[in-house]
């Protein structure tokens, strides 16, 4: 049996590809006991600790594709840390005020953080005023074709990759789809708000 | 349109250079209708995301439930077999002594400064908990994204607190943090020497924060400073004291 460590994982997730899915599940595999340690660590319930488990390797994975993880730590040590830190916010949750954080921290990996203080101010009360489910509905309307290219560059593919999967000519014609997909979803939703 | 959308994504693939980036964010300032493009982006961008996020938290939890289904079937299996768990208890016994071991060597084997340093920040820094005013949403959102590691986010919002007065005090003594916690030691000195200058504070643990830092980085003459810094932190009985009180023997 092969000997799964960091640099494994971490060059079978960086590769890219249809292999990735693959080293998505190894990692899952690898760090599984994390859970049994989480429950008897914080006293949670072991489901509650697999579906932390679960979000903490999204973010490791997520972290290792757009280059966030510099390999500071070792893979393990990343992982725990962030497992642990997880378990901790999943306890303060009903417990304190301080769980209030929690709702905050799913939205830090907005694209938004990008921007300065000020552009990013004006930014946000444009997001505010939209109307979020109509949003998700015309995502939903969008099309398979498009939803699943959508998906597949927000994990972080390139286009290259999308249009090996997808079996497109190539990449560029990965970028224009993409690009008019994304017109598509505009036109819907300014529509919908036109005629409203 | 497309061309609004194009521009719009290589803003965020980084594919603008300096002089573009900021004629940029200075159009998502001045236009409305700009801006409104560019919230849509960010809006479409962050809900497909969710749903990536879902599909994969589906998928594992998927292999989360059949491997507790197979992991049952082993333990039945353990159950219906002393032989086998005669040997687990002898396992348990052995890493029971070792742990016995491990920890009398550690009782009484010197700690070098680093290694007092690092056990401090692996037990007492790596999580930041939240002011008791917890109404500062950007502090919390920077507290957020430190706690999962995501320092480079964290970093800029901490940044941008540090020039607003009320909270600049908190941004600064968490960047110096997340600085030292990513090891980069002159970085967090810096920021800790200015949290030290803020003498209106209730209690400022910037001293001692920056001699856990020295005692961390470990270079020529950092251990003497950081005795000098620990011994006024007792002193003046500032945060910390009673840790340096611990340290400063073995100093």
Redesign the interface.
Known sequence: MKNIDDTYILSGLLEGGIKRPLF??KL??HF?YL?KQGAWKYGLD?DVC??V???T???V?E?VVTG?YHA?SSLKT?AY??F???C??EMRKNST??G???N??K?????????????AG??????DK?D?LL??QK?EELGEKCRKL??LF??GYNDKEIAQQMEYNSAEVVKTTR??C??K??EK?FSKKQND | ??DT??YI?K??RGNLSDEEKAQF??K??VD?AF???????????????K???A???R???G??KE??SKNKGATDLVKSRPFLKNIRTYITLTAACLLLLLGWMVFFTESSPKQLASTYIENNL??L??PMD?SQ?SL??G???F???????AE??FR?LANQDKLAPEAIKNLGILYLV??EYDKAIREFEVLSEFTNLRANPGAFYKAVTLMKRDESGDAEKAKEILEDVINKNLPGSKEAAKWINEL
């Open positions: 998505e599940r899952y595999e599984f859970i072991e697999a579906s488990y679960s979000d390797v999204i973010n994975i972290n966030r500071k990343y840390r962030i642990m830190n997880k901790v916010d005020n301080k209030k954080v929690n905050k921290t939205e830090i990996d907005s694209l938004i953080l990008n921007l300065p203080d000020k552009a004006i930014v946000q009360q444009m997001i939209s979020k949003l998700m995502v959508l998906l927000e994990d690009l008019r994304l017109e979803l505009r939703v | 349109m497309i959308i194009e994504e803003y965020f964010e200075r998502c300032e409305p801006a409104e493009e560019v919230g849509l982006y960010i809006s479409v961008r962050d809900n497909i995301r749903g990536l996020h599909e994969k938290k998928q594992f939890d292999m989360y491997r507790s790596q999580m908990s939240v917890a949403d919390q959102l507290i957020g994204a706690n999962q590691q995501d320092y480079v986010s800029k919002i941008s990513t090891d």
